[in-house]
């Protein structure tokens, strides 16, 4: 198997190399050079320009100037972008010098910004088959948060994270679907590691160094594999765009918590080295119930049926782990010619646990990775792209007395990807690849943490048509075929449909997911609680879930207002759970039975002229998770973001006020009692807000100071869900970073 798909996937390359032309003697190099303004004149610092069809691009100075060399016996095109503003298409004529100029305007809505994640190309957002929202640099500011989580719950309805039973750490719902089925990436590539539950380590994302976040919902195995049965997650981080860039930040709250983050990095030329370092720390803290602990009598009723009283006389207590963490990020490539580049990104992290009550041990988390890549483009129609990452993710217990610290989790992963892209007649885009994925997984699950490691491998094919059928109507189509050590061979396809009709755009599509059990799930042996509470039992036995979605959205935009509605409806076959084994005492992992999500989206935005910014959206989840009849969700069904923000230059200073909020509805439950009944539980409805003001200096000095929960919000029993993360009251948030660039000039 593993050889046919080699053979089929070089058969294709070499079929796309003979359509290419034939290279011939490089042309004698000339010089590209201009300057990028807004209206006023005034030059635009840090602009993308790049060059269509090559992968050679740079970044504006200061001044808002570029300058590179070029040789090319055809005339190019030159792509000029900066985030707020509209983007700009100019052709260049190969031969002697010339000096360019962009005058760019503002942007009504975003719908012009590129995005890769849906495609795995560059494409417009208003052009993308497939239903896809970007969290910008900007939204990032307007929220100024401290991690992703805090990010994403102001962002985006339908969404919630709570606290993993066992090690306190985040967990996500997304849209009715747990966080091991939503894939998250930075910069293309999956996260190795487990912070919880499936759930990846969310502190792996420093928020000082995201450009954007690009979240494509519904299943994308086609393109992303296993993991992506609920969407993807794709954070695309910082690069030097400018000769000189370099940023410093210091971060404050009267909660107990500060970060400290730099950053420094040239592209000069051919060369573009970016560095970053950050330091955050959040002390641990405890909650206490403002009407007491509920506590639950069990008793049967006079037909015989469970029955249940809640007494919440008690006062309870939960407590909130801190963190103290360190990163640092390098991003270096160099570009030899328009046809030929080389990048490679390296990472480390590490992370303290910190606990509320000091215990003789603490978990740490670390994570190093490296990631060389290649770009080569055959010519302007053709491209490939070879990538590899190591990644190795670890938790220890770090001990504070004299004993050796004790490594308990562990995942080494490799993945190898050569991807090709090519455009036929620029109405036909072909997306093919090969990929291969390793594991080797070292969990205190296994054999009571004796240290057993188990791996698994998986071989990839997948191939994607974009056909542009017209300027109105488009298609995606595509088909992964998945090939595990264990399961063997297993096919996915997709297809998506783009009809735009004046100001109106239709979307539709449907999609199956598949998703592999992962090693923890087939070969879990785990004493919960290290004291004979009860076993935790893998299943060698398990049957790879299967989801079949079909999503439909419509789009507006006109003028200043971009509104959306979708819908979509999934339904899960096989669905991996976490229940009762066979003895009545311990748990096991299981095929359960069928599972559906049903939810409607709505999206609403109002970008005026004068600085004012209004934004809202809402979700509606419709979750069954049936054991015996019993709907065991805890997703609340109805959720609701929104944004206000303003900004206002006066004279050299931009001031800027930014009021985000959520909401989420209440939610009824249910769990099985130790009696073999079945208890509901009512989760209570949650409103919270933060309010950011900003003010914007000459010379690259930034200040915001913030409020976060800023109507003092705070949960009545605090003991009770674990499916949200608790609030602990109102915080005070203060900001400084200074633009090293803009403060020297350069």
């Known amino acids: 198997m593993r050889c046919k798909l080699l053979i089929l996937f070089f058969i294709l390359l070499s079929s796309s190399a003979l359509m290419a032309d034939e290279h011939t003697h490089e042309a004698p190099a000339f010089k590209v050079q201009g300057i990028v303004t807004d209206e006023k004149g005034e030059g635009l610092p840090g602009a993308s320009v790049w060059v269509k069809g090559t992968v050679v691009g740079a970044g504006t100075n200061a001044k808002g100037e570029f300058s590179f060399k070029l040789s090319s016996k055809n005339k190019c095109v030159l792509r000029v972008s900066f985030t707020g503003y509209e983007p700009q298409e100019r052709e260049v004529t190969p031969g002697g010098d010339s000096l360019y100029r962009f005058v760019l305007t503002p942007s009504n809505n975003a719908l012009n910004e590129v995005v890769i994640t849906g495609t795995r190309t560059l494409k417009p957002l208003k052009d993308v088959p497939v239903l896809t929202r970007v969290i910008s640099q900007e939204d990032i500011a307007q929220v100024n948060p401290l991690d992703l989580q805090s990010l994403l719950e102001y962002e985006r309805p339908g969404l919630q994270f709570g606290l993993a039973h066992g090690s306190g750490l985040p967990e996500l719902k997304f849209q009715g679907s747990a966080g091991g089925y939503v894939l998250f990436m930075i910069d293309g590539e999956r996260i190795a590691g487990e912070g919880s539950s499936n759930n990846i380590d969310y502190s792996l ?50 909660n107990d918590e500060s970060k400290y983050s730099l950053s420094l990095g040239t592209k000069q030329g051919r060369f573009s080295a970016l560095t970053s370092l950050s330091y955050r720390k959040r002390e641990a803290y405890a909650l206490k119930d403002k009407e007491g602990q509920i506590e639950y009598s069990y008793y049967k009723d006079i037909y015989g049926r469970d029955s249940v009283v809640a007494d919440t006389s008690k006062k309870g207590m939960s407590s909130v782990n801190g963190f103290e963490i360190w990163q640092a990020n390098q991003k270096l490539s160099y570009t030899f010619n328009e046809n030929f580049r080389i990048s490679l990104n390296g990472t480390y992290y590490n992370n303290d646990v910190l606990e509320y009550v000091e215990q003789k041990e603490q978990d740490r988390f670390s ?25 190795n993710y670890e ?29 036929i007649h620029e109405k036909h885009t072909l ?8 594991q080797k997984l070292q969990h205190y699950w296994f054999d009571n943490g004796s240290g057993k490691k188990f791996d698994a491998q998986t071989y990839l094919l997948y191939v994607q048509e974009d056909y542009k059928i017209s300027n109105s109507f488009s298609m995606l189509a595509g088909v992964r075929s998945d090939c595990h050590s264990k399961y063997g061979f297993h096919a996915s396809p997709k297809i998506s449909l783009m009809y735009k009709y004046g100001v109106l755009t239709l979307r539709g599509g449907y999609g199956m997911g598949f998703r592999i059990p992962s090693l923890k799930e087939l070969h879990s042996e785990y004493d919960m609680g290290g004291q004979g509470f009860f076993m935790i039992y893998g299943n060698e036995d398990l049957k790879p879930e ?21 819908g979509y409806y999934t339904r899960f076959f096989d669905e991996i759970a976490l229940g009762l084994a066979p003895d009545g005492k311990n748990q096991q992992y299981y095929n359960a039975d069928d599972a559906t999500r049903t939810g409607v989206d709505v999206m609403a935005q109002f970008r005026f002229r004068n600085g004012l910014t209004l934004k809202g ?20 069904p109805h959720s609701l973001t929104f944004t206000a923000n303003y900004s206002k230059t006066f004279g050299k200073i931009t001031l800027s006020a930014a009021l985000n909020g959520r909401w989420m509805s209440s939610v009824e439950t249910w769990y099985k009692n130790s009696a073999g009944g079945y208890v509901k539980n009512e989760y209570e409805s949650r409103t919270f807000c933060s309010l950011n003001l900003g003010a914007r200096f000459p010379r690259g000095f930034r200040f915001t100071a913030g409020i976060d929960n800023l109507f003092d919000f705070r949960d009545k029993n605090v003991t009770a869900d674990q499916s949200v993360t608790l609030q602990r009251g109102i915080g005070f948030i203060g900001t400084l970073s200074v633009n090293i660039a803009d403060l020297l000039k350069l």
């Open 546 to 566: 299967i989801s079949h979605q079909g999503t439909l959205s419509a789009e507006v935009t006109k003028g200043i207002f971009n509104g959306s509605v979708s």
């Open 367 to 391: 994570n190093y990775s490296i990631s060389p890549r290649v770009y080569y483009a055959i010519n302007a129609s053709h491209i490939l792209d070879f990538s590899y990452v190591l990644e």
């Open 395 to 423: 938790k220890r217990y770090v001990y504070t007395t004299s004993l050796p610290s004790k490594k308990v989790f562990g995942d080494f992963t490799n993945t190898v990807r050569l991807n090709y892209t090519g455009s």
């Open 617 to 636: 959206a809402y979700a509606y989840i419709d979750v069954h998770s049936e054991v015996d009849g019993h709907n065991m969700a805890s997703d609340r």
């Open 431 to 438: 997306t093919a690849g090969i990929e291969v994925n390793t």
């Open 205 to 254: 994302i420093d928020m000082d160094n995201v450009e954007r976040i690009e979240i494509v919902k519904g299943p994308m195995s086609t393109l992303y594999g296993s993991q992506a049965m609920g969407g993807v997650v794709n954070i695309i981080t910082k690069d030097a765009n400018r000769p000189f860039t370099g940023n410093v930040s210091v971060r404050y709250g009267n």
